[in-house]
Structure formats: C-alpha cells, structure tokens
Nanobody
Framework: QVQLVESGGGSVQRGGSLRLSCAAS????????MGWYRQAPGKERELVAT???????NYADSVKGRFTISRDNAKNTVYLQMNSLTPDDTAVYYC??????????????WGQGTQVTVSS
C-alpha cells in the first residue's frame, strides 16, 4: 500500500510564503507524475501544478510566477514553494502522484490534504 503524507500548511498573512511537502512511502517501484491540487470552500478541486518524472512542469495561470513545484526522486517527494500568497490562495491543498508499486500497477494516489489560510 502506498501512502502520501503532506506537511507544511498553515496560516500566513498576505504576501507571505509557505512550503508544502508530500512524501510517498510503501513498496514503490517508480513515481511518475506528481502534482498539487487545491480546493477552496464551496469550489471544485482545481489543478495548481504538476511535474513529470523528467521534470516537465505545468502551472495554473493563477499561480504562475508565485509558486514553484519541484521533486526529489530519491525521496519520492514533491514540494510546492508558495510565495506572494493572497487570500484567494486559501484552500486545502492536496498532493497526488502516479505510482507503480509492488504488487499494484500504476495508479494515482492522493494525500490527506493540508490547510493553507492566507489572511488580509
């Protein structure tokens, strides 16, 4: 069984920064696409950023220039550095990974979510 554990959420003021981490554990053979999504109250879950195994990156327009996604393949960990935060960034942030594990073939997994609150 593969588990994703997130950390790094919290409360900051407008203009502040936070760094989220998400580490995968279990009988992992390979981790492919990694990403972050978020869900604000009353809204649908939306893509924030993704990073492929080869390092190709995709950002939502709303976070371009402010957020940076990165990964450490040796640690099966994905990061999200969030700068210049605004109240519109307030949401529960979820990490996701496509993982092949023993004996499970490739499938997606989700973290438990971490709350990010930005006050004005």
């Amino acid at each position: 069984q593969v588990q994703l554990v997130e950390s790094g959420g919290g409360s900051v003021q407008r203009g502040g920064s936070l760094r989220l981490s998400c580490a995968a554990s279990g009988r992992i053979r390979s981790v492919y696409l990694m990403g972050w999504y978020r869900q604000a109250p009353g809204k649908e879950r939306e893509l924030v950023a993704t990073i492929s195994q080869s390092g190709n990156i995709n950002y939502a327009d709303s976070v371009k220039g402010r957020f940076t996604i990165s990964r450490d393949n040796a640690k099966n960990t994905v990061y999200l550095q969030m700068n210049s935060l605004t109240p519109d960034d307030t949401a529960v942030y979820y990490c996701t990974m496509y993982v092949s594990a023993t004996p499970t073939p490739i499938r997606s997994y989700w973290g438990q979510g971490t709350q990010v609150t930005v006050s004005s």
